[in-house]
T-cell receptor, first 114, second 112 residues
């Protein structure tokens, strides 16, 4: 079945550092890929998404490119801020398999220090 | 615009007590609805999903059940809570195209 694997956390960075959170997936079909963010004590918010190969999703300075050849969707940001501290989830959804359910990676906790 | 409401925000229940968490969606019809659980320090596990009234699919065997009595209402229940039921419960809805999901603010359940 479909699955998502993220790099383990926690990731601790200094403010203005470059961020990469790795995400790879396994899917039998042609999934859409997502990054969700969960701030402390809150629910999930969609950060960005990409629906087909080579698409780049971007939002709030974060970017991720759908790489079919490497089955990856790594999250990047050029300069992180303290306010970016949160848990980040990579996820996929395959409309034509598994009922379009959203399948998550295990989450990566990011802590940004001033 | 579409919104999703989930309540209560926090809940502390004794072992063996019943549970009822409610989720409602506004601004859309016939949504796919989902219940997820996030145990402390862990990822998100899909518990149930529903593609229509009275239609419930269970993803993992457990002590919980779900019901969808109305198109935009999704309820998570238990007759007798276990300590292992503690966690953060999230309701979500997805449009029929299956692209993108909106999450509720979650219910933090502590079973004591």
């Amino acid at each position: 079945g479909n699955s998502v694997t993220q790099m383990e956390g926690p990731v601790t960075l200094s403010e203005e550092a470059f961020l990469t959170i790795n995400c790879t997936y396994t899917a039998t079909g042609y999934p859409s890929l997502f990054w969700y963010v969960q701030y402390p004590g809150e629910g999930l918010q969609l950060l960005l998404k990409a629906t087909k190969a080579d698409d780049k999703g971007s939002n709030k300075g974060f970017e991720a490119t759908y790489r079919k050849e490497t089955t990856s969707f790594h999250l990047e940001k050029g300069s992180v801020q303290v306010s970016d501290s949160a848990v980040y989830f990579c996820a996929l959804s395959d409309q034509y398999n598994q009922g379009g359910k959203l399948i998550f990676g295990q989450g990566t906790e990011l802590s940004v220090k001033p | 615009s579409q919104t999703i409401h989930q309540w209560p925000a926090t809940l502390v229940q004794p072992v063996g007590s019943p549970l009822s968490l409610e989720c409602t969606v506004e601004g859309t019809s016939n949504p796919n609805l989902y219940w997820y659980r996030q145990a402390a320090g862990r990822g998100l596990q899909l518990l149930f999903y529903s593609v229509g009234i009275g239609q419930i699919s269970s993803e993992v065997p457990q002590n919980l059940s779900a019901s969808r009595p109305q198109d935009r209402q999704f309820i998570l229940s238990s007759k007798k809570l276990l300590l292992s039921d503690s966690g953060f419960y999230l309701c979500a809805w997805g449009p029929e195209s299956g692209l993108g999901y909106t999450f509720g603010s979650g219910t933090r359940l502590t079973v004591v």
